[in-house]
C-alpha cells in the first residue's frame, strides 16, 4: 500500500527525503512497504555501494538485509521522529505509522535504531 499523498523533495542537508501533502494523524498507516530480502552473503557486496544507507537489517537476528520499496529505504534519521515503523519478517514488509500528529509538508523521519526513543549513535553523524 502506498500512500498518494507522500512525495519526494531534497532537503537542505539530508539529501532526499519523504514528505507529505495532507495532515496524517497519529496512529495512521502511512505506507506498508514491500521488502526485497537479500541473502546476508549480499550484505559485503551492498556495503561497498550507494545501496549502503538505504538498507534495513532484516531477520529475527538481523542476519539479512532487505530494502524496502516504494518510498520506505528513503525516510530519513530523527531521534525524534514523526513516523515508527514496524516489520513483519513472515509476509517481508514494512509498514510505516504516524507516531504523532504530522502537518501537510513536513518530512517524514524515522529512528534508525528502530525504537522511537533509542539515542544510541548510528554510523554516521546526525544532522
Known sequence: MINHNLFIQTTADKGKGVFTSHHLV????????????LPSTD?????????????????????QIAIALGYGSIYNHSYNPNVAYKMDFNI??????AWKNINPGD?????????????????????
Open 26 to 37: 497519529e496512529g495512521e498507516v502511512i505506507e506498508i512497504a514491500p521488502m526485497l530480502v
Open 43 to 63: 550484505k559485503v557486496l551492498i556495503d561497498k555501494t550507494h545501496l549502503y544507507n538505504y538498507y534495513f537489517l532484516w531477520g529475527d537476528n538481523n542476519e
Open 92 to 97: 517481508e514488509t514494512i509498514t510505516f505509522v
Open 107 to 127: 518530512e517524514l523521519v524515522i529512528n534508525y535504531n528502530g525504537d522511537e526513543d533509542d539515542q544510541t549513535m548510528l554510523w554516521f553523524d546526525v544532522v
